[in-house]
């Protein structure tokens, strides 16, 4: 009867680590999930003008485009998701599906030592024509065009260019 309890014992050991493994897997594949790559690709650059006209020129740089957050006390505008289709991935030729995409853009300015700091980064996702994948957006790098766009876009608003 001894052999058998500890027979029984160590199996209940064996059986609860299994399973602790086996939890911590899963939540580790679930919490690693949310830290996946946040593709945020950014460029910055230091403007001689006064924070305010760069913040005007931001603003009017962004004109067209719906903003979510416009906070000038803070320095920060991100615009809404702007939506379209992919020029370079599709689903082949048999299905002729094309990818969707969107992309948003996050300004951020900071005044320093008479100089004003403006980053410009973006987070673009995009969605695959079909199956279960075509019901969520998934989170990819940017190729930092975006951010260049808008960084030539607001050099021009402010007479740099």
């Not at 001894?2 to 160590?10: I, S």
């Not at 990819?140 to 607001?154: A, H, M, Q, V």
């Amino acid at each position: 009867m001894n052999h058998v309890g500890l027979l029984a014992g160590k199996q209940k050991i064996i059986k609860n680590s299994l399973s602790f493994v086996f939890l911590f897997v899963i939540c580790a594949g679930c919490v690693t999930r949310g830290l996946g790559p946040r593709s945020m690709a950014s460029v910055s650059q230091y403007f001689a003008e006064d924070r305010q006209m760069v913040w005007d020129a931001i603003i009017q740089a962004l004109e067209g485009i719906p903003l979510e957050v416009k906070d000038e006390e803070r320095g920060i505008v991100r615009t809404h998701w702007v939506a379209g289709w992919s020029s370079n991935k599709t689903s082949g030729v048999f299905l002729e599906g094309q990818w969707h995409e969107r992309t948003r853009l996050i300004v951020t300015l900071i005044s320093e030592h008479e100089k004003t700091y403006a980053s410009i980064s973006s987070q673009r996702e995009e969605k695959a024509p079909g199956g279960s994948q075509a019901y969520r957006w998934v989170r990819t790098t940017s190729d930092g065009i975006p951010e260049r766009d808008f960084l030539k876009k607001l050099e021009h608003v402010l007479g740099r260019e």
